[in-house]
């Protein structure tokens, strides 16, 4: 079981960003994907997330309206599409892997992050001002 993000780097303020998350070893229809990110010094919050099983997503406030996933099963891969990017969106972004369906999910809340089973490795997004 694998997952390996891909996308980071180096943007102005306003910019956009594609980060990807490639799962190997399961099915996006078992699991759900979340997106994490940790700012040096700061604790690591979670984002975004994504279940095929329920057909829902979830959208932390800090990224509602300028973020979106989606996933793409023949691929077996979930992206996050990130604009109007800030320089506080600086961290680096980690996906995770959730099996089944929890009480978060069906709650239409992003589970916390001890409840993922997998994790990658983490891609960098620096935004500059």
């Known amino acids: 079981v694998q997952l390996v993000e891909s996308g980071g780097g180096l943007v102005q303020a306003g910019g956009s960003l594609r980060l990807s998350c490639a799962a190997s070893?399961?099915?996006?229809?078992?699991?759900?994907i979340g997106w994490f990110r940790q700012a040096p010094g700061k604790e690591r919050e979670g984002i975004s997330c994504?279940?095929?099983?329920?057909?829902?997503?979830y959208y932390a406030d800090s990224v509602k309206g300028r973020f979106t996933i989606s996933s793409d099963n023949a691929k077996n891969t979930v992206y996050l599409q990130m604009n109007s990017l800030k320089p506080e969106d600086t961290a680096v972004y980690s996906c995770?892997?959730?099996?089944?369906?929890?009480?978060?999910?069906?709650?239409?809340?992003?589970?916390?992050?001890?409840?993922?089973?997998?994790w990658g490795q983490g891609t960098q997004v620096t935004v500059s001002s």
């Open positions: 995770a892997a959730v099996p089944g369906i929890t009480t978060a999910l069906a709650e239409g809340r992003m589970p916390p992050a001890y409840e993922y089973d997998y």
């Open positions: 070893g399961f099915t996006l229809d078992d699991y759900a």
């Open positions: 994504i279940s095929n099983s329920l057909g829902n997503t």
